[in-house]
């Protein structure tokens, strides 16, 4: 089955020092990938998404994410955490055009905690 | 101002009382969905279309209904709605190209909506 996996629920990291969030899939061919951000009592905004090419994308607000092909892995990373990053991360995924192409696979959601 | 709208925002019900939630978008998206947001269980997709009379079911379509009448609106309708039936909803909007579903969604700020 096609799945999205974060495996962790919460992350915890320090501002200024750098921070990942993990995401693995599992989902036949190529993949279209992205994450979104959800802030408190709002809805999901996209932050950036890897369809080609080069594995390092970046996005929004300093974000940038690492794809990695034989690991099947989409890790989100910023170099410098901030206290305003604290937000739900979610990982998703929309499967190749031969198999669901309508759809994204939302992962469970990681909740990133910054301290100052 | 680029939007998703939905409404309302809150609302408590109790079984078997129909209830509609409206979602409106201003980008002129052919594609548009439903969610479903629970902890531990990220977003799960209740149905989507593709345009205006095209839906069709996502992951959990049990209990909705939905309508494509015209393409700025999608409402999701709750015929009975069943305390199982407690979450977080969220409208999504988004360009629909050639390859399919572009994946970058712009989410409503939600509907929490309760269930007795």
């Known amino acids: ?116 | 101002e680029a939007q998703v709208t939905q409404n309302p925002r809150y609302l408590i019900t109790v079984t078997g009382k129909k209830l509609t939630v409206t979602c409106s978008q201003n980008m002129n998206h052919e594609y548009m969905s439903w969610y479903r947001q629970d902890p531990g269980l990220g977003l799960r997709q209740i149905y989507y279309s593709m345009n205006v009379e095209v839906t069709d079911k996502g992951d959990v379509p049990e209990g909705y209904k939905v309508s494509r009448k015209e393409k700025r609106n999608f409402p999701l309708i709750l015929e009975s709605p069943s305390p199982n039936q407690t979450s977080l909803y969220f409208c999504a909007s988004s360009l629909a190209l050639a390859g399919g579903l572009s994946g970058e969604l712009f989410f409503g700020e939600g509907s929490r909506l309760t269930v007795l």
């Open chain 1, 1 to 116: 089955a096609q799945s999205v996996a974060q495996p962790e629920d919460q992350v915890n990291v320090a501002e200024g020092n750098p921070l990942t969030v993990k995401c693995t899939y599992s989902v036949s061919g190529n993949p279209y990938l992205f994450w979104y951000v959800q802030y408190p009592n709002r809805g999901l905004q996209f932050l950036l998404k890897y369809i080609t090419g080069d594995n390092l994308v970046k996005g929004s607000y300093g974000f940038e994410a690492e794809f990695n092909k034989s690991q099947t892995s989409f890790h989100l990373k910023k170099p410098s955490a901030l206290v305003s990053d604290s937000a739900l991360y979610f990982c998703a995924v929309r499967p190749p055009f031969s198999g669901g192409y309508n759809k994204l696979i939302f992962g469970a959601g990681t909740r990133l905690a910054v301290h100052p």
